[in-house]
């Protein structure tokens, strides 16, 4: 069955350390999204993607976030200068109508 | 602006219980909710989706339920077992979101099924 694929499974960085998660969606899929879970905390959408380009992004995604379909099949979210409140599970999901399918997500932990 | 929200936050039951977790949400004009399991340090498993036009859907054991008009949807688990136990996530999105139809969640229920 095709799946989200997210790696690394958890990092660990430096505070002003950039990171890039990488995320692989299903094939056939045209929408995708980032969302981030701060623990103990509701998952709050971080971006979406559709035709190439960001169609919609939270507040919490500013500056210091950005995202890229590189190559037609990763969907790589990169924050430049993390901060401690940075980390979180980051989850990525794909879909092509209706439901959305989530990667196993990405633990980040900002030291 | 939608809100999301879980009822219980936490619940445990003993084994072979049947049981109903609770969703509501704020704008009734949504186009589909979602639920989700999530175990503990894991990633979200879609479990159901319903669209606004259905009332209920179903998958083994489980059973949800669409009221739109009182912002509302239940999880029904049938005779839980200890490998039930996880978080239960509900998630909306809205009608008025665009074409991106981001989902909006709510805190989710833990509920654990003691042997």
């Known amino acids: 069955e095709p799946e989200v694929t997210q790696t690394p499974s958890h990092q660990v960085t430096q505070m002003g350390q950039e990171v890039i998660l990488r995320c692989v969606p299903i094939?056939?899929?045209?929408?995708f999204y980032w969302y981030r879970q701060i623990l103990g905390q509701k998952v709050e959408f971080l971006v979406s993607?559709?035709?190439?380009?960001?169609?919609?992004k939270s507040e919490i995604f500013d500056d210091q976030f950005s995202v890229e379909r590189p190559d037609g099949s990763n969907f790589t979210l990169k924050i430049r200068s993390t901060k401690l409140e940075d980390s979180a599970m980051y989850f990525c999901a794909s879909k092509q109508n209706t439901e959305a399918f989530f990667g196993q997500g990405t633990r980040l932990t900002v030291v | 602006k939608q809100e999301v929200t879980q009822i219980p936050a936490a619940l445990s039951v003993p084994e072979g219980e049947n049981l109903v977790l609770n969703c509501s949400f704020t704008d009734s004009a949504i186009y589909n909710l979602q639920w989700f399991r999530q175990d503990p340090g894991k990633g979200l498993t879609s479990l159901l989706l319903?669209?606004?036009s259905q009332r209920e859907q179903t998958s083994g054991r489980l059973n949800a339920s669409l009221d739109k008009s009182s912002g509302r949807s239940t999880l029904y688990i049938a005779a839980s077992q200890p490998g039930d136990s996880a978080t239960y996530l509900c998630a909306a999105v809205s009608l008025n979101a665009g074409n991106n139809r981001k989902l909006i969640w709510g805190l989710g229920t833990s509920l654990a099924v003691n042997p």
């Open positions: 993607f559709y035709n190439n380009e960001i169609s919609e």
């Open positions: 319903i669209q606004s």
């Open positions: 094939s056939n899929h045209l929408y």
